[in-house]
Nanobody, 111 residues
């Protein structure tokens, strides 16, 4: 199983980014997918998850209404649309399935 994240970067407060996670080596449509993040000096936390069918999602309270997870079964890819970004969203964002992790992508919110 391989997970490859992309789309991170530097953005001003209030801006938007879309992260992508391309999955390979698994039957993508079978598994729930998750995004985690880890800020400097903090533990990794679950940001959002999406069911195998894409019907069910859940979000960390602090990102509700700003972040949106989706998946494209034809591309074996899960996305994280992040809007109205805040300083406290700065972190390395990781894609996860079962016990597998991507390499992470850095998101920095700074003016």
């Amino acid at each position: 199983v391989q997970l490859v994240e992309s789309g991170g970067g530097l953005v001003q407060p209030g801006g938007s980014l879309r992260l992508s996670c391309a999955a390979s080596g698994l039957t993508f449509s079978t598994y729930d997918m998750r995004w985690y993040r880890q800020a400097p000096g903090k533990e990794r936390e679950l940001v959002t998850g999406i069911s195998s069918t894409g019907i069910r999602t859940n979000y960390l309270d602090s990102v509700k209404g700003r972040f949106f997870i989706s998946r494209d079964l034809s591309k074996n890819t899960v996305y994280l649309q992040m809007n109205s970004l805040k300083f406290e969203d700065t972190a390395v964002y990781y894609c996860n399935v079962l016990d597998r992790w991507g390499q992470g992508t850095q998101v920095t919110v700074s003016s």
